[in-house]
């Protein structure tokens, strides 16, 4: 078990820095950032590289994170060392690393898929989404696999298949307690599917699905012609609906949408469009509210952005009413992946990896120094009532080394597009890949952020 680490007073002043609010509009408006609690750093969990690491020792290739909030647990989909890290959140100590046990084959980790042509760095690699429901975790892998394990226990349960011919990854997934089932989606297929699996809630064990009548496909036949691939599913229990986010539908890329999937019928009963935003991350808000994490940048023009352009950026995130359709934009935070309501303080946070105010850098090959800062990343702080951003707090993103077409490859780009909270501390955890910047994180680590004006006895010291 790895202890936790004070931060020095020198270190703290540092971070300070780099967790500095960039605040928006006029001093009202950093007076309004101040009363609603100011996000700062609070410390990093050091993640220890494991023997079966491929990535240079370290932690740069990961993917969804998720906190448990019954067991207070954070779980990290991470595949440098192909394994789900699991942080006790109220210690902010690095616990476990999971494997799949014996008998069951290991993570993909980063790898390239085989045969490689038309697919992407990441489409085979593994592990990639996590979810829990009572002591049950389920995680998805390459290829096309979903793995269950009973993380009080740490026993791997059982493993499945979304398709066994298919050799990209099963993805993000969402899991419906009410009907024990799992959506995992198959987003770099083509075209992308989701898959029912059921599993029981004592066992965690899972029941292999059928394709016959356990898979909703996203192409015009299935109900949406998803066109670039399908992202976050999550469940909702109001609805009691499954809701997945569609980067693109048709031809053009400013059109995307969000589709409804009935959990009885598995057929997509609805499709909400939405517009400049390439929709990824999805999570559940107060009401019937969604947000919807966009992952491209539209100009005020209605175009994808490009930074060496003359037409100003425009980067939003989406509220959706899934009930009535109606839409909100938020305006001001960039680019990002995975999105999270923490309900403990009544805001959404967006691990948005790029954004117009500092694009992801290119470093030479070799790198000099080999780990100096390249590139702020975006934790975004939305308020959920006002639906509106509070904070753009700079997190950090890690460029391939070296840059193609260099060989061999040392490592992966590391970005920060994964999130999650503890909704009783308001801990904010952000995996970060190894730098010399935060501290503790030269083999990788998971920023805490939090609310210093949150003191919890025991739970919450105050920074030297």
Known sequence: MLQRQNISHAVWAMTAVLAGVLTLGNAAAAEKAKNDRAVRLLETVRVTPTATNTTADALYSFDISWVDQPSRLYFLADRSNLVVDVVDTTANILVEQLAPGPGFAPFAGFTACVPSTGHAANDCAGPDGVATLGQCLFVTDAPSRVVSFNFVTGATISSVKTDPTDITRADELAVDPRDSL???????????????????????????????TDRVT??????????????QPIWDPVTKK?????PQ?????????????????????????????????????????????????????????SPTGTTTAAPIQVILDVVTGNQDQVAGVGVGDE?????????????????????????PAPPTPPLT????????????????????????????????????????????????????????????AANNVFPNCLTGCIAVFWHGDEDEPGENPTPP
């Open 182 to 212: 799992i959506l995992a989606i198959n987003n770099a297929s083509d075209p992308p599917f989701g898959t029912f699996i059921k599993f029981d809630k004592t066992s965690c064990a899972l029941t292999a699905p059928d394709p016959a």
């Open 249 to 305: 539908i048709g031809l053009a890329p400013e059109g995307g949408g969000v589709i409804r999937i009935d959990a009885i019928t598995k057929k997509i009963d609805n499709t909400y469009g939405i517009m400049f935003c390439s929709p990824a991350g999805l999570t559940k808000g107060p009401n019937n509210d969604v947000l919807v994490g966009c992952n491209t940048v539209f100009d005020t023009a209605g175009k994808p952005w």
């Open 242 to 246: 499954f809701y997945v986010s569609i």
């Open 218 to 231: 996203f192409n015009t036949a299935g109900g949406v012609n998803a066109t670039n691939g399908a992202e």
């Open 373 to 432: 800062a390249q590139g702020a990343a975006i934790l975004g702080v939305i308020d959920a009532k006002d639906e509106e951003v509070l904070q753009l707090v700079p997190t950090f993103n890690v460029p391939q080394v070296p840059p193609p077409p260099a060989a061999p490859t040392v490592h992966p780009a590391g970005t920060a597009h994964s999130v999650a909270a503890d909704a009783k501390n308001n801990h904010i955890f952000v995996p970060l």
């Open 339 to 363: 999105v999270w309501f923490n309900k403990g303080d009544n805001n959404y946070y967006t691990a948005s990896s790029t954004s117009p105010l500092r694009p992801l850098d290119v470093v």
